[in-house]
């Protein structure tokens, strides 16, 4: 995860610093992750850097002085220098520069103090307070412990013995700290392994992750070395004596990668290395330091003692790379950041990183930039430009009236980045596209119009989203309640202008001479949106109208009223502000205000209708609408269209009726269309097997089957019927046709409603008298569409609950290897009777009978199927017929006297053709033989045929697949299920037909 800086991921109890600002506030952290260091551990490390710095370097050290805050007089020594380590007392707040430079108010009188024995002894009974030093102070702010002050104290104390004017930038520091400190130095392992990792992190940080020159990681063999090391102390501490072989590679790998010159070759000069001067390294640990400013106690207060820690802090520079300009970059964000964690309620801190920021600017006019100072200042400023933009643009929405001063920082805040950003070509380093104009405003008063304008547009925004009830729909909501909505709208949108006015305009005209004005005119354009919007939705010119109008002119009056006032003292005294407020049209005519209205009503039937393709289940609402709930939102919509089209006052109206039902007609014709795609009911119809002949039986299984037509069921090949299965429940109609009875009901709802709307259009509304509308009737291709879908509909799903939910107790079971007990008719009645009753229950009365009479139909031709293409499974002797006949009539029961869904001379018309075929069953083989003969002859034109004699072949029959008495081909397939030797002989001699295999 990367670091933020805002947020600490190890905070120490004693940590009296307020808790991280809420994560919205933070988002501008962008100096980017810098490893495993946690920010505990970059506040040691800077320490540990800061001590270096100050012990080794006894002046001023830097490349460069601060240019507003110079060192208090009273704090420098007597030869000049800058105080020296550990020696100066406290600065008070008459003498702190930078607190009077930044306009930091004082905020006590007296130097911080520390305990001391009185007279210097052990035993002296009480102490005396006396100031505390700046050691004191940082180690302190930088809440140091005295183990670790005096481990770090001694360890230097080695480093330095001898090299009296070896500076602090040519040391490792945590180098030297891994060979100086041992596992004793430390209360006990655990905590000495933790100290060892942080500062393998901090050198892998700064050599591997942000090294201050580029380096190639994977093919450098130091930094392999380095990487290798790092890795292995995970686990366990590593052996830092003087013969390690550990310490040697880490050591070598140091000295490789800290001590390298710009091309990438060792540097032969050992002033100065390069191990904690990358970016974005040296700023979290630069940040660190500078965070010491601030009272543990007060996270508000700047220490009154600022001038002499950050004059220490400057020894610093070098170790880190800084200079001058750096640090007002860090000093400025540094104050930005303590705003936000301490929750915007101290503008001081504000108000100190805007005055930075002015020097920030004068730096970055700079030429030769370091490219790390432009990564800095890309960084900072940018993260600042971030969170100020995203409040200056929608300032009402993050401060209340009661807050303008602080909407004044935040604007303050963007325009001064953003001026920065612009003057000194910042933009490309940045990767801002800038598509609004952003940063490159030509002017503060530019900028801070687009504020203004997009503030209140959200503000305006937000008015409209609470008077719909937040409804997403705005547009359906507007359409639905106008009056009121707009009535509220209008007066919230005056109190918005007056509010505007009062509180925030003030600030504003700071950066824009005309700031009321231009809100003014935003909310004038915004308000003219919603009314346009409404009067296009208008049906009809009502009082409801008139009212809404009246209030938007009064509205009106008044913004112009405030723009012309607060555009007095300009060049053209406002003409130019005005001429943006395009005037409100309220004299729209009736007749195109009627031709808006039949359009608007086609553009959300087609959106309806667009709906109902994309997310129609074809599940019902509930047992009393059983039925797709699409149309009732079609039919609703067209209802209700068609009643207050009559009830308009309007004249001119009835010859556009016309108009208005073309169009819905369309809608009706198209969306009957999409309840009708329900694919074919030859999808569901299995396919024709080869014409076979039958695999004869012996004639002993004959005798035993004959003899005993029950003993089929035990032995082990009933797979739909027997006494045990009449008790196992069998699945009723699967869902798919289930949702294809839904179709069926939506599409008579339809037709009922095309109905009640012919009604209603019977007689049209005029301003005097009711008058006959011609023609009489309409709709009529709607109507006519439904009902031919109507009838595809229920046949699919006729089919398909047949010939596929019943598939299994009808054409994979009946009659199958022979006509017994077990496999007859009986199971398939059964699911028959289910299904139908759940068709009875899921159907609309007007839907029923056409639906039972495509079942029956699909049933019977099912039956047909399972005679004439049963395959292989299927055999039938002439002694079957009578078994065979009286399943097709309990079959016709079914749907006449069992049911009643149909009458019987329906059913008796529907079941002649299956009749027809069950009587070929009866008759002889060889007169079975006769009839086929002579009509395939007749029916291929060749005469008699004689078997003996020679002469033209019989010809193949096609399949057509209308099974019928006289049909060739439904004689042809009787004869290949009939199993004796006569059919056997005559398919094989006739056909070559093959037997079953």
Not at 47 to 58: D, T
Not at 292 to 302: G, Q, R
Not at 775 to 792: E, I, L, M, N, S
Not at 930 to 938: D, G, K, L, T, V
Request: aromatic share 6%.
């Amino acid at each position: 995860m990367g670091y933020n800086p805002f947020v600490s991921s190890d905070s120490d109890p004693g940590d009296l610093n307020p808790s991280p600002a809420p994560a919205e506030e933070l988002e501008c952290s962008s100096f980017g992750s810098i490893g495993n260091l946690s920010r505990a551990d970059l506040r040691e490390a800077a320490y540990e850097i800061f001590f270096l710095s100050c012990r080794s370097s006894p002046g001023s050290g830097g490349r460069g002085s601060l240019n507003y805050y110079p060192a208090s007089p009273s704090a420098r020594s007597g030869d000049g220098s800058s105080p020296r380590w550990a020696l100066s007392p406290g600065m008070t707040v008459a003498k702190s520069q930078i607190k009077r430079a930044l306009g930091l108010t004082a905020r006590r009188s007296s130097p911080l103090t520390t305990g001391m024995a009185r007279g210097g002894g052990m035993n002296s009974p009480g102490k005396v307070k006396r100031p505390m030093t700046s050691a004191e102070i940082m180690q302190q702010q930088m809440r140091v412990s005295e183990q670790s002050e005096h481990r770090l104290r001694r360890t230097l104390t080695r480093t330095l013995v001898g090299q009296r004017g070896r500076k602090g930038e040519s040391i490792v520091l945590p180098l030297e700290l891994l060979r100086q400190l041992k596992p004793v130095d430390f209360d006990d392992i655990q905590e000495y392994h933790q100290w060892q990792r942080r500062q393998l992190n901090l050198l892998e940080a700064g050599l591997l992750l942000h090294p201050s020159l580029p380096i190639d990681s994977g093919n450098h063999p130091a930094a392999a070395r380095l990487a290798r090391v790092v890795r292995s102390s995970v686990a366990a501490p590593l052996d830092t004596g003087k013969n390690s072989e550990v310490m040697s590679s880490l050591c070598s790998a140091v000295a490789a990668l800290a001590w390298r010159s710009p091309e990438g070759s060792p540097s032969s000069s050992l002033d100065h290395c390069h191990w904690a001067d990358g970016h974005p390294l040296n700023v979290h640990l630069y940040l660190a330091l500078l965070r010491s400013v601030f009272d543990l106690k007060e996270a508000t207060v700047v220490l009154d003692e600022v001038d002499e820690l950050v004059e220490l802090m400057k020894k610093a520079w070098p170790v880190l790379g800084f200079d001058r300009a750096t640090h007002n970059a860090c000093f400025a964000w540094l104050f930005f950041e303590r705003y936000l964690e301490t929750g915007q309620t101290e503008p001081e801190l504000m108000w100190a990183a805007l005055a930075i920021l002015r020097d920030v600017a004068v730096d970055a006019k700079k030429p030769d930039r370091e490219v790390s100072y432009v990564k800095l200042l890309a960084a900072a400023l940018g993260g600042m430009r971030e969170w100020a933009e995203r409040r200056a643009v929608e300032y009402h929405q993050w401060f209340g009236k009661d807050l303008g001063a602080v909407m004044g920082l935040a604007v303050a805040l963007a325009l001064a980045t953003s001026k920065i950003i612009r003057e000194d070509n910042l933009i490309g380093v940045m990767g801002l596209l800038d598509p609004d104009g952003a940063v490159c405003a030509s002017s503060s008063e530019a900028r801070v119009d687009y504020y203004i304008r997009s503030s209140m547009r959200s503000a305006f925004t937000k008015i409209l989203e609470r008077g719909t009830a937040q409804d997403d729909n705005t547009t359906a909501q507007l359409q639905d309640e106008p009056v009121n909505i707009l009535l509220d709208l209008a007066n919230n949108t005056e109190e918005l202008a007056v509010a505007e006015k009062k509180y925030f305009s003030p600030v504003l005209k700071k950066w824009n001479r005309a700031p009321t004005a231009v809100a003014v005119v935003t909310l004038h354009a915004c308000f003219g949106v919603v009314l346009k919007q409404y009067v296009t939705k208008a049906t009809q010119l009502t009082n409801e109208l008139v009212e809404v109008l009246k209030s938007a002119g009064k509205l009106e009056k008044l913004l112009v009223q405030m723009v012309v006032e607060d555009s007095a003292d300009s060049e053209d005294g406002g003409m130019r502000v005005v001429r943006e407020m395009i005037p409100y049209d309220v004299a729209s005519t009736t007749v195109s205000l009627l031709k808006t209205w039949i359009a608007e009503r086609m553009r959300v039937g087609k959106e309806c209708l667009s709906r109902a393709k994309e997310t129609e289940s074809w599940m019902p609402r509930s047992k009393n609408e059983p039925y797709a709930q699409s149309a009732v939102v079609l039919a609703r919509l067209a209802k209700e269209s068609m009643d207050e089209f009559l009830d308009m006052q309007v004249e001119g109206k009835d010859y556009m009726v016309q108009e208005l039902v073309n169009g819905f007609d369309a809608i009706f014709q198209e969306y009957i269309s999409f309840v009708a795609a329900c694919g074919s009911k030859h999808t569901y119809m299995p396919p024709l097997p080869p014409l076979t002949r039958c695999n004869q039986e012996s004639s002993l299984t004959k005798l035993l089957k004959r003899a005993s037509p029950r003993c089929h069921a035990g032995t082990g090949h009933s797979v739909g019927g027997g006494d045990d299965d009449a008790h196992k429940p069998r699945p009723s109609a699967s869902r798919g046709t289930q949702r294809l009875y839904i179709r069926l009901n939506t599409l008579h709802y339809i037709l009922a409603h095309l109905g009640a709307l012919d009604k209603s259009l019977s007689f049209l509304s005029s301003s005097t008298r009711r008058v006959a509308a011609p023609p009489p009737r309409h709709f009529d291709g709607a109507r006519a569409a439904a009902q031919t879908g109507v009838q595809h509909v229920a046949e699919v799903a006729a089919y398909r609950l047949v010939l596929l939910d019943s598939r299994q107790e009808f054409y994979e079971v009946l009659y199958a290897e022979a006509v017994a007990e077990a496999t007859r008719i009986r199971p398939v009645l059964r699911a028959l009777k289910r299904n139908l009753a759940l068709l009875a229950s899921v159907l609309t009365d007007r839907a029923q009978t056409v639906a039972a009479r495509e079942v029956m139909r699909a049933a019977l031709e099912g039956f047909l199927m399972v005679l004439l293409a049963g395959g292989r499974k299927r055999a039938f002797v002439q002694e079957d017929h009578e078994s065979v006949a009286e399943d097709l009539r309990s079959l016709q029961l079914v749907f006449g006297q069992e049911e009643g869904l149909l009458e019987a001379e329906s059913v008796k018309r529907e079941a002649e053709v299956a009749e027809g075929v069950v009587a070929l069953m009866g008759l002889r083989t060889d007169r079975l033989i006769e009839e086929f003969s002579a009509s395939a002859c007749e029916s291929g034109g060749i005469g008699v045929y004689r078997e003996q004699e020679a002469g033209p072949k019989l010809p193949m029959p096609p399949t057509t697949g209308r099974w019928n008495r006289a049909d060739p081909n439904t004689m042809l397939r009787v004869l290949c299920h009939r199993d004796d030797d006569l059919a056997n002989q005559f398919l094989r001699r006739t056909f070559q037909l093959p037997k079953r295999r």
